[in-house]
């Protein structure tokens, strides 16, 4: 049972346009949202989150967007760089309730490309 | 900003025997820190989340005889592949979890660094 997926594979995309990542979840106790970057044989690093309570946070050029209605979230990159070119993972976690294990449930990841 | 670290970066071994991995929060303290693995062009799944001076909690299928866990201070986790084999090879990585919260508030930010893997062979 895959609770968090990132259903495209693969992503190319011209510099200077925007990259946009989608992710689907379908546990409703979710309440927190991560997206890693992550380069092979490398652990992931964390870019940007999202608690259920917003449905937007922006970090200089990325942006995350929170649909909890749809249990979809978007990771947008604007412009996109060469050196953005990686797998990205969405995370969900239930941060809320007495049980807090803090255990972060990945997607697949999704391999952005960004051609110069 | 917040460091973890593992030993060995990649390790090959011969089929039957143990190895261990240090996770090690360089500089912070990590009540609790989480054991992922990631097969070629899969995700992270989570393994066992291990909590300082407490048995780890293992994710359903995982075998805690066969993955040890120790998390003995704030600052390391060891995860032991014992009798290693074949199957066993994989990426293995760990996280800390540094935790915010507001007063009063059951909820928390979650934020967990990870280190850099180990990449492990059983030949």
């Known amino acids: 049972d895959q609770q968090v997926k990132q259903n495209s594979p693969s992503l190319s995309v011209q510099e200077g346009r925007i990259s946009i990542l989608n992710c689907d979840y379908t546990n409703s106790m979710f309440d927190y949202f991560l997206w890693y970057k992550k380069y092979p044989a490398e652990g992931p690093t964390f870019l940007i989150s999202?608690?259920?309570?917003?449905d937007k946070n922006e970090d200089g050029r990325f942006t995350v967007f929170l649909n909890k209605s749809a249990k979809h979230l978007s990771l947008h990159i604007v412009p996109s760089q060469p050196g953005d070119s990686a797998v990205y993972f969405c995370a969900a976690s239930a941060l809320g309730g007495s049980s807090n294990t803090g255990k972060l449930i990945f997607g697949q990841g999704t391999t952005l490309q960004v051609k110069p | 900003g917040a460091v973890v670290s593992q030993h060995p970066s990649w390790v090959i071994c011969k089929s039957g025997t143990s190895v261990k991995i240090e996770c090690r929060s360089l500089?912070?303290?990590?009540?609790?820190m989480f054991w992922y693995r990631q097969f070629p062009k899969q995700s992270l799944m989570l393994m066992a989340t291990s909590n300082e001076g407490s048995k780890a909690t293992y994710e359903q299928g995982v075998e805690k005889d066969k993955f040890l866990i120790n998390h003995a201070s704030l600052t390391l986790s060891t995860l032991t592949v014992t009798s290693a084999h074949p199957e066993d090879s994989s990426f293995y990585i760990c996280?800390?979890?540094?935790?915010?919260?507001?007063?009063?508030?059951?909820?928390?930010?979650?934020?967990?660094?990870f280190g850099p893997g180990t990449r492990l062979t059983v030949l």
């Open positions: 500089d912070f303290q990590a009540t609790t």
């Open positions: 999202i608690s259920s309570i917003k």
């Open positions: 996280s800390a979890r540094v935790r915010k919260g507001t007063s009063g508030s059951l909820l928390t930010y979650n934020e967990q660094f």
